[in-house]
């Protein structure tokens, strides 16, 4: 009696795990079902794929300041001169080759300020490598490996195919031991809030990831990339059975405009802001559940406005699928790429709608025109631009926002300690309000002495004065 129940239980769970992929592929999933299907191993999986993750060494070239500078005791017995130092400083992360032409896909924060950055293969073998494309926001970058031959590669995956409770492998190289392969499954998708940046879907898995990860492959059962390990959950800074990967639809689309030559990634702009939804935002809206994104603002104009998406209603999914969140709306933009078309699931007073919206570069109007102020004003040392929805997407503002912002704040500079930061919005001078870049230079020039500034910070406005 209990082989049978076992034998029922066992045909169930393998019917659940057959359900088709969100791509519409038909996959083949199953429980063990035997002794011997236990004692499968993963090696010749291994085998066939540890060769295209890499190690990543960054070097950096600091300078140290020498603390006894301009103290005239010391000046007086070892002179005038007393140089600063200069050490390197490396780091170590890991990285997929996802070509075989040597192009290495990894996260920005294991490169990021590296004079050098060198490649080393599972096998030994060492090469300079060159950045084609980095984001912070996304925490991604694409080297370019300095060399004529042909490397092993790693194919990428179909991330909107994982499902919760698939078996996966995480590479990479932990602490500096050497390359690591460790198991599990994936525990979770679209997770966001989980790194301080901007970007917030990741893929959740229990295969033990730790410093030095950063960067390696996350496989699928068919040896195919899902994800680029990048940030772990722990207080003591080992693995603590929660990692996340970025999904490898977006590594695809970022990959491309690196092999495209682009200087920047671009995600398409729409023209509005949104936050999470709220209980009871769902409950008024007549949402069965407080999923979605919540439009705030739309920008005059834009491609939300030409759609007819009003401040309100909810987004809930992009081409049938459903979004969980704002950060998972912006996933889907991004991934589905410029150039082409979207079509959004709106709901508003319990009733739905579809709108097609168009996916495109954000617009530069009006002109940026950056000034870098200078002279002897308080504004000193920022640097200033005027406010377009390119300008907002760079800096990640609301893209109904406008005026003329700080784009850039020189260190230790007179604006930098009264406490100007990027992203104020500079709204008045003397009760004169900004209307451009040009406009603020030439207001500074009049140099009345007296200076009351208003400005917009995360929404708040802020008045100081200045003498």
């Not at 950096?60 to 603390?67: E, G, K």
């Not at 559940?289 to 809930?316: C, H, K, M």
């Amino acid at each position: 009696m209990q082989s049978m129940l076992r034998r029922v239980a066992a045909s169930a769970l393998a019917l659940c795990l057959l359900s088709p992929a969100m791509a519409g592929a038909q996959t083949d999933k199953a429980v063990p079902q035997s002794q011997a299907e236990v004692q499968l191993s993963f090696a010749p999986l291994v085998k066939q794929t540890a060769g295209a993750v890499v190690n990543v060494y960054a070097e950096r070239v600091v300078q140290r300041l020498n603390p006894f500078a301009g103290d005239p005791f010391f000046e007086q017995f070892f002179g005038q001169r007393m140089p600063n130092r200069t050490e390197k400083q490396s780091s170590l992360g890991s990285g997929v080759i996802v070509s075989a032409g040597g192009l290495v896909v990894t996260n920005n924060h294991v490169i990021e300020g590296a004079d050098d950055i060198k490649v080393a293969l599972a096998d030994g073998r060492e090469y300079a490598s060159e950045v084609l494309l980095k984001d912070e926001s996304l925490d991604l970058a694409v080297l370019k490996i300095e060399a004529s031959e042909d490397f092993p590669a790693l194919p990428i995956g179909n991330s909107d195919a994982v499902e919760v409770g698939d078996l996966v492998l995480a590479v990479g190289n932990p602490f500096g031991v050497g390359q690591t392969v460790t198991s599990g499954i994936v525990s979770a998708l679209a997770r966001n809030q989980v790194t301080p940046g901007d970007f917030g879907f990741f893929i959740q898995t229990d295969a033990s990831i730790n410093p030095g990860n950063s960067g390696g492959a996350l496989m699928n059962m068919s040896g195919e990339l899902i994800g680029i390990n990048t940030a772990i959950f722990s207080r003591g800074g080992g693995s603590n059975g929660i990692g996340f990967a970025i999904p490898a639809n977006l590594v695809k689309v970022f990959l491309a405009a690196a092999e495209e030559g682009e200087n920047s990634f671009e995600r398409p702009y729409i023209g509005a802001s949104f936050e999470p939804v709220t209980s009871d935002v769902a409950e008024a809206l007549g949402l069965k559940a407080a999923r979605g994104a919540l439009v705030v603002g739309v920008a005059e104009g834009g491609p939300a406005d030409a759609a007819g998406i009003r401040p309100g209603e909810v987004v809930t999914a992009v081409d049938g699928i459903e979004v969980e969140h704002p950060d998972a709306l912006g996933y889907r933009l991004t991934t589905a790429g410029l150039g082409g078309e979207a079509v959004l699931t709106v709901q508003s007073s319990g009733s739905s709608r579809q709108v097609t919206i168009a996916l495109n570069s954000a617009p530069e109007t009006p002109a940026r025109d950056e000034r870098l102020i200078e002279g002897r004003n308080p504004f000193a040392g920022i640097r200033v631009g005027n406010l377009s929805p390119r300008l907002a997407t760079e800096l990640r503002m609301p893209a109904d926002k406008a005026g003329v912002v700080v784009v850039d704040v020189v260190r230790n500079s007179p604006g930098s300690r009264i406490g100007f930061r990027p992203k104020d919005i500079i709204v008045s001078l003397n009760g004169v309000a900004v209307q451009s870049s040009e406009a603020m230079e030439d207001m500074l020039d009049e140099d009345p002495g007296f200076w009351r500034v208003e400005i917009e910070r995360d929404g708040q406005r802020i008045r100081q004065f200045f003498r």
